[in-house]
């Protein structure tokens, strides 16, 4: 059994090695433990660091990529080098290295796929309490949308199987931790949560640079996770509003109508014609979106079958090297 730890930076130089340091050198039931970053696009000292600590393997990209697109590139890259557990923690040694066991376990026990690390996130002092409010408010969403009782959605300490890494893709390219709850949810793969320590703050969060912006775009990763995986109750939702509305006018209408003042009245009759319409059109749309998510599942099935054939490909010719 083989774990592969990995850790996204960006310009870490200062913290990775208090990272490292901290994570585990052997936990029971693993065999082999390695460890591997994702450079994305430092113009400090980080790689030079991680070569130094002993690092066994180094993605690296020219150019900021962000923290999505690097976070599949490590997960691709541990599948590439044999993993069949990958751990995803933070360069700022934000979450406690000991705790990797506790995540790794469910995995190792059969009892989940993905496990999620839960922070407490009302005892962390670095978090303002608008900030926690926020965590507490995010997660109840995704937990709606992702039909999941995860309670710490945002949270990047995570431990994935061979097969759920597999399964992962990240469409958009702000952040992979709710986009990855919902999809796992709506996948009905096994997703539990396990409660772990923090460490304290030793720099800020790079993620993003005000609360505001924040919370764009943490929603805007959820309604478009929400429109991939559930296109036709989403749909539905929004266009059963101006349906709604247009029936309501109509009946407004008739009523003024049946007592002879309809006349005075046409421009409501108009409106809601056109509210009805705009719900009928986005009911369409709904079906649509629906079919095209049913073809993306079908994608997603071909694209998990050609990993695991790259995977074989892989460790065959790693065997006949070993020869």
């Known amino acids: 059994m083989k774990l592969i730890i990995q850790i996204p930076c960006l310009n870490e130089a200062e913290t990775l090695t208090v990272a490292l340091n901290a994570l585990p050198k052997h936990i029971d039931g693993i065999d082999e433990i390695e460890y591997l970053i994702i450079n994305?696009?430092?113009?400090?000292?980080?790689?030079?660091?991680?070569?130094?600590?002993?690092?066994?393997?180094?993605?690296?990209?020219?150019?900021?990529k962000g923290l999505a697109k690097g976070f599949m590139a490590g997960i691709d890259a541990c599948i590439r080098n044999g993993a069949d557990i990958i751990v995803n923690t933070d360069a700022d040694n934000q979450y406690c290295g000991d705790d990797i066991e506790k995540l790794v376990r469910p995995i190792l026990d059969g009892k989940a796929e993905i496990v999620i690390g839960e922070r407490?996130?009302?005892?962390?002092?670095?978090?303002?309490?608008?900030?926690?409010?926020?965590?507490?408010?995010?997660?109840?969403?995704?937990?709606?949308?992702?039909?999941?009782?995860?309670?710490?959605?945002?949270?990047g300490f995570r431990a994935f199987s061979?097969?759920?890494a597999l399964h992962i893709n990240v469409i958009n390219s702000y952040t992979y931790t709710l986009e990855t709850i919902v999809q796992a949810g709506r996948n009905r793969m096994a997703i539990c949560s396990v409660p772990v320590r923090t460490n304290p703050e030793l720099r800020k969060s790079r993620l993003f640079h005000s609360?505001?912006?924040?919370?764009?775009?943490?929603?805007?990763?959820?309604?478009?996770?929400?429109?991939?995986?559930?296109?036709?109750?989403?749909?539905?939702?929004?266009?059963?509003?101006?349906?709604?509305?247009?029936?309501?006018?109509?009946?407004?209408f008739l009523i003024f109508f049946a007592h002879g003042a309809?006349?005075?009245?046409?421009?409501?009759?108009?409106?809601?014609?056109?509210?009805?319409?705009?719900?009928?059109?986005?009911?369409?749309?709904?079906?649509q979106a629906?079919?095209?998510?049913?073809?993306?599942?079908?994608?997603?099935?071909?694209q998990f079958r050609i990993r695991r054939m790259e995977i074989g490909e892989n460790e065959g010719k790693r065997e006949r090297n070993d020869d």
């Open 40 to 64: 994305d696009g430092s113009t400090d000292e980080t790689v030079q660091v991680a070569r130094d600590w002993g690092v066994d393997y180094i993605v690296s990209f020219p150019r900021n």
């Open 120 to 155: 407490p996130i009302d005892n962390i002092d670095d978090f303002s309490p608008l900030k926690k409010k926020l965590q507490h408010f995010g997660s109840f969403v995704v937990r709606k949308a992702s039909d999941t009782d995860i309670p710490d959605a945002p949270s």
């Open 162 to 164: 061979r097969d759920a």
């Open 211 to 252: 609360m505001g912006g924040y919370i764009k775009k943490s929603m805007l990763t959820i309604i478009r996770a929400y429109m991939m995986y559930r296109p036709l109750t989403f749909f539905l939702i929004c266009g059963s509003v101006p349906f709604v509305a247009g029936i309501v006018l109509i009946i407004r």
């Open 262 to 287: 309809g006349m005075g009245h046409i421009q409501s009759l108009v409106v809601a014609s056109m509210l009805v319409m705009v719900g009928f059109m986005t009911f369409i749309l709904g079906m």
């Open 290 to 302: 629906d079919i095209i998510a049913a073809n993306r599942k079908i994608l997603e099935d071909v």
